[in-house]
């Protein structure tokens, strides 16, 4: 997609503000904290700055100040969730650090590679069944819209003691991965510790260093590109082997124009890797002062995000495994598509002219598409609604069964298909509320000790409690989409514009405009072919009747494309 930048297609900033306000309202999402669960954050806060690292060694805690980790995040980023090393492993009777081989992997398991990946312990700072626990459950997780985001827990920790900014000591959750030379998982181990960030990192940095037009700075470690990208790699290869999809498609975000720098991003989507990606974000500044506008483009995630996901997605794959082995958790899932939505996504590809042969797996034909083709976007962005019903499963407290110790015999109910693995959320406890549960599940589970009361207690009602909390952040999403389209077509009634319509049912398809970018409905009528069907995966010219955030946005197909 055209990624140009038009100046007439911006929404007005107090516009804005008032079309998310009223979305807030609707959705009743909270707007300030409870003083007395505010007081909590603040004082856990203060505490871990008076002694909390002499404290949390005190307790048994690992110090891991020595590891050279660095944190990848969107610029401008806070909330700081997760901070990543990555080292090679001599091969046995080997020291000079050889490159690992598959072919020695296939006969020695050894570990080729090691992943240190720390992620930010929330349990450290929030009392169990205290105010800020109470609130914590109601929000559940952050909601970010394009003016500003409504935090899971307080500044005081999301943008402070809890996060792992650099240059400062900091509680984590520890994970030590081993992969063999094929990036396959050898061996896998969380505990409590210590540590410090080297370096604050962004996507575009890594992807430059990466790329070879960049360098990083001078605290991370100078090997960090190079093994991003191997391990990546790797862990993308061992996905395809096993079945499991993640499609790197234009993702729709939204632009701040005319202010700073934006702090607390959201992350790109790591997503779940359901196969559908949330809404983006907006890219640019969120409660910063006086912006002069907002703006919609598409943005195609860098590899260098991806390999991060995978990292990220390696680590929620290990948890389930924990979890289930010491029979207590709470694992993501994901239902597998039914036999009916195979053969739906196969006519689509047929009436597009994609060559789909039977005997090719759905993953593999995906991962030969490219989403710059309209009719292989089309396709792709019909794919991606194949997987749906994504939730969690919690298991072995409250009455409720553990999965069966081969995944191959899960229930649907306990299985994540995207992924194509039993998988768990554990890595953004900052701002997904379900983490700090998994993450104390996995650390009594890696020290042999009982899990804690009160994760046992809450894990029986947290897949309800997500869900809500979920559909109010998405509803949020998507509203605040819907309403910035309109408000950045306003004004330009009667004029035409390119695109292209990737999906059609009962007349009524998806459209898909070039620029700006706005992804809305139209509906067959004078413009469509004879036999009243929409042009699905073909370039289209269409005529904007009305935009109102109010009413919505109408289109008419033109007949005459020339």
């Not at 055209?2 to 609707?26: C, H, M, N």
């Not at 080297?198 to 037009?213: C, H, K, N, P, S």
């Not at 104390?440 to 869900?467: T, Y």
Request: glycine content about 8%; some cysteine.
């Amino acid at each position: 997609m055209s990624r140009t930048r038009l100046s007439t297609y911006t929404a007005p900033p107090a516009e804005v503000t008032r079309a998310l306000d009223e979305l807030r309202a609707q959705y009743e999402v909270p707007t300030v904290f409870p003083p007395e669960a505010l007081a909590e954050a603040e004082a856990a806060a203060t505490a871990w700055a008076q002694d909390g690292p002499a404290r949390l060694l005190a307790g048994g805690a690992r110090d891991a100040r020595d590891l050279n980790l660095v944190t990848i995040d969107p610029p401008g980023s806070m909330d700081l969730d997760q901070a990543v090393l990555l080292e090679r492993l001599p091969a046995r009777g080997d020291q000079d650090g050889a490159e690992p081989t598959a072919a020695s992997a296939s006969s020695d398991p050894a570990p080729a590679y090691r992943v240190h990946y720390a992620i930010a312990s929330l349990a450290t700072f929030v009392t169990p069944d205290g105010a800020l626990d109470a609130e914590l459950r109601r929000r559940g997780e952050t909601i970010y819209a394009p003016d500003a985001a409504t935090p899971l827990h307080p500044e005081a920790l999301s943008h402070g003691a809890a996060s792992l900014l650099e240059d400062v000591d900091r509680p984590a959750c520890l994970w030590t991965i081993d992969l063999d030379a094929r990036g396959e998982v050898v061996s896998a181990h969380v505990e409590r510790a210590l540590v410090r960030s080297r370096a604050r990192l962004t996507y575009g940095q890594v992807q430059a260093a990466i790329d070879g037009e960049g360098s990083l700075p001078p605290a991370a470690p100078a090997d960090l590109p190079e093994l991003l990208a191997r391990i990546g790699r790797l862990r993308l290869e061992r996905e395809a082997a096993r079945g499991g999809i993640s499609m790197t498609t234009p993702e729709q975000v939204i632009e701040v124009t005319g202010a700073p720098e934006l702090a607390g991003a959201p992350e790109p989507a790591e997503a779940d890797a359901s196969g559908a990606a949330e809404a983006a974000g907006p890219e640019g500044p969120a409660g910063a002062t006086s912006p002069d506008g907002y703006r919609l483009a598409y943005r195609v995630p860098v590899p260098a995000e991806q390999y991060n996901a995978q990292i990220s997605l390696l680590t929620g794959m290990c948890a389930a495994r924990i979890m289930v082995e010491c029979g207590v958790g709470i694992l993501r899932t994901l239902p597998p598509a039914r036999p009916e939505d195979y053969a739906r996504l196969r006519r689509v590809a047929a009436a597009l002219g994609i060559d789909w042969p039977a005997a090719r797996p759905y993953p593999e034909l995906v991962r030969g598409l490219d989403h710059a083709v309209p009719a292989h976007a089309a396709f792709m962005d019909q794919a991606m609604s194949l997987f749906r019903g994504s939730g969690y499963l919690s298991f072995g407290a409250g009455g409720i069964g553990v999965p069966a110790d081969d995944e191959a015999s899960d229930t649907e109910e306990a299985v994540h298909s995207a992924i194509a693995a039993r998988y768990a959320h554990v890595t953004a406890p900052l701002r997904r509320l379900v983490d700090r549960y998994g993450e104390e599940v996995c650390i009594a589970a890696c020290a042999g000790a009982p899990v804690p009361e009160w994760v046992l207690r809450s894990l029986p009602d947290l897949p309800g409690v997500m869900e809500q909390t979920g559909k109010r952040a998405r509803a949020i999403g998507r509203g605040a989409l819907t309403a910035l389209e309109a408000l950045v077509l306003r004004g330009h009634e009667g004029e035409v514009f390119d695109g292209v319509i990737t999906s059609e049912r009962d007349g009524r398809g998806e459209l898909v405009l070039v620029e700006p970018a706005v992804v809305t409905e139209i509906r067959a009528g004078k413009g469509a072919s004879d036999d009243g069907r929409l042009p699905v995966g073909e370039r289209v010219r269409v005529r904007l009747l009305s935009a109102d955030p109010a009413t919505g946005i109408r289109f008419r197909l033109l007949r005459d494309q020339s």
